[in-house]
């Protein structure tokens, strides 16, 4: 997304934050702002979070502080977000995993419609589906084939179970009809799926393309196809799963986007 495009979300942000506070006696803000990332440094969340901290900070004339709470899928740093007094100085940047998490945990005490207070949508996601390249195909046809032919002898990674890219993969693997086994990695989230990815203890992974471009162009990764509904501007090569209209996987889209 444009930096430009950013720092007029940025006004559109604050000016929304200066609504919400305009009932408070002193000047709105006086003092930093704390922005609690879901994810780990390196993600695209990460970056995008840091872009918009860096413009709402020329903005509000007041330092706005990205704060890395990665783990349970989001869920540590929304809880963290709750624990923070309600002054509008503690919002949270995160996927539309925070909507997912509703539906799909056990825990009820929390409610993303009760106890959270949604700004604004910041960027539809690039998620994409890649491979460490030691396997012995070259496109998303030839990986599907493999599965099928290898049942149970594959493994993927996510930043843990219920998020987006579990519920991407088994959506995935229903439609191709594959088995391929999950490895949640819960603590470390995204990047250690990611470092898990590079050492071949997993095989495959679905996440938002952040660092994963580069490790593409340099060859110490492959990318099969994009989960989401468009392609990627940094790999415009690589299709969509629509796109290749594989048997089974016909239309088939992930939408991402972080708020």
């Not at 960027?123 to 599907?144: H, Q």
């Not at 049942?151 to 998020?163: D, E, M, R």
Request: proline share 6%; net charge positive.
């Amino acid at each position: 997304m444009a930096y430009r495009s950013l720092h007029a979300l940025a006004f559109a942000l604050i000016t929304t934050l200066i609504s919400a506070a305009a009932s408070a006696q002193e000047t709105y803000p006086n003092r930093p702002i704390e922005m609690l990332c879901a994810y780990g440094a390196g993600s695209s969340t990460d970056a995008i979070g840091r872009v918009m901290a860096n413009a709402l900070s020329q903005k509000i004339g007041q330092p706005v502080v990205v704060i890395n709470r990665p783990g349970a899928n989001g869920m540590i740093a929304v809880q963290a977000l709750r624990s923070a007094p309600p002054t509008g100085y503690t919002m949270v940047l995160h996927l539309n995993g925070i909507a997912i998490n509703q539906v799909t945990k056990r825990d009820k005490s929390f409610d993303v419609r009760r106890d959270v207070t949604p700004l604004a949508k910041v960027v539809g996601a690039n998620f994409g589906l890649f491979i460490n390249p030691s396997l012995p195909v070259k496109d998303a046809r030839e990986f599907f084939e493999y599965a099928r032919q290898n049942p149970g002898k594959l493994n993927y990674g996510s930043s843990g179970a219920g998020g987006i890219a579990h519920l991407s993969w088994e959506a995935i693997k229903v439609g191709a009809g594959v088995d391929i086994a999950h490895v949640p990695y819960a603590k470390g989230g995204s990047g250690a799926s990611l470092q898990a990815l590079l050492a071949g203890d997993v095989q495959a992974v679905i996440n938002d393309i952040g660092i994963y471009h580069q490790l593409v162009k340099a060859g110490k990764l492959k990318a099969l196809a994009m989960a989401s509904p468009f392609r990627a501007e940094l790999l415009p090569d690589v299709p969509t799963l629509a796109e290749l209209n594989l048997p089974g996987l016909e239309g088939f889209t992930a939408p991402v986007w972080i708020g």
